[in-house]
């Protein structure tokens, strides 16, 4: 089984390094007790470089040694100007799992530039975000999630943001949204709601 985490690494630091350990220690703890989870102050190297970069760390728990690849790229965000709620059955992405084609299949049902998706009726994630709406008073962020990310629980330590049931008729009810992830901080990247495309169903 291969899992991956995605680390920014900004002017040669490490962002939320300690948040991306709790959740390799929590993958090992799950999937591969008996396996030393990786310390990533001492696989990440030591590299001077200006701006900002995206790591991807993936690694493998079917090895006795939990082998690990690691890739840097300079980051450029994706331009994303169109969403679409897109209804799902329940799955499993708790983790971060290197194979996401339960998340492709529902990305290729949409013609916008990414979607949110929504199970039993309850807004979850993007297909590679956590979705945080301003009501005008706070950021709320779904406590229906299927990943915890590292910025979403970085933003909730700060106080920053609260969690909430947000079901997609209340959609209306907020000004805009916010995508986040390692790479993006909350107000990065906003839409406003009504940039998101509703279903036609209630799936």
């Given at each position: ?92 992405y708790s983790m971060k799992y290197a194979d996401r084609s339960p998340i492709n299949k529902l990305v290729k049902q949409s013609k916008a530039d990414d ?89």
């Amino acid at each position: 089984m291969q899992l991956l985490e995605s680390i920014q690494m900004k002017d040669g630091k490490y962002i939320n390094l300690p948040l991306h350990q709790v959740r390799v220690d929590r993958a090992f703890e799950r999937f591969a007790p008996s396996i030393e989870s990786h310390d990533l102050e001492q696989i990440l190297p030591n590299i001077d470089m200006k701006g900002i970069y995206k790591v991807r760390l993936v690694y493998d728990l079917d090895t006795e040694d939990a082998e690990y690849d690691l890739e840097y790229s300079e980051y450029h965000a994706r331009k994303i100007e169109t969403l679409e709620v897109i209804y799902s059955k329940p799955f499993d992405y708790s983790m971060k799992y290197a194979d996401r084609s339960p998340i492709n299949k529902l990305v290729k049902q949409s013609k916008a530039d990414d979607i949110i998706i929504a199970i039993d009726g309850k807004i979850a994630d993007g297909s590679y975000f956590n979705v945080v709406f301003w009501n005008g008073t706070d950021w709320l962020t779904p406590d229906s999630y299927l990943l915890n990310g590292v910025r979403r629980q970085q933003l909730l330590n700060e106080r920053k943001i609260k969690e909430a049931t947000i079901r997609v008729e209340d959609l209306h009810r907020f000004e805009k949204v916010s995508l986040i992830n390692a790479m993006l901080d909350l107000e990065q990247l906003e839409l406003p709601v009504s940039a998101i495309a509703l279903p036609k169903n209630d799936g």
